[in-house]
């Protein structure tokens, strides 16, 4: 630490320097209270949004296996009754 001595006199604007780091210092702590804010505000529509994509993937991992089922299905009916005809054309 520098001691200041009588004789010594303070640096010219060194006040302004202070005054000028003070509003700085000021205004960028609001700053990041508003981001902090937005942030805190934006939290709970981000889980909203989270919260719907999980469910319409869920719906699309529904809907797709509920068309894998349906597809089987047709092929197995289509085999039975390709087999059926066999039969019939052999009598």
């Keep these: 630490m520098i001691e200041e001595t009588p004789g010594t006199a303070e640096t010219p604007g060194s006040e302004t320097l ?3 780091g003070e509003t700085v210092g000021s205004t960028l702590g609001r700053a990041m209270a508003t981001a902090n804010k ?3 505000a934006a939290k709970p529509e981000v889980r909203k949004a ?6 319409f993937a869920k719906q699309v991992k529904k809907s797709a296996m509920k068309a894998k089922k349906s ?9 039975k009754t ?10």
């Design 18 to 20: 202070m005054e000028i």
């Design 38 to 40: 937005a942030v805190a």
């Design 50 to 55: 989270k919260r719907k994509a999980k469910k």
């Design 71 to 79: 597809a089987k299905k047709v092929v197995a009916k289509a085999k």
């Design 82 to 91: 390709a087999k059926r005809l066999k039969r019939k054309l052999r009598r």
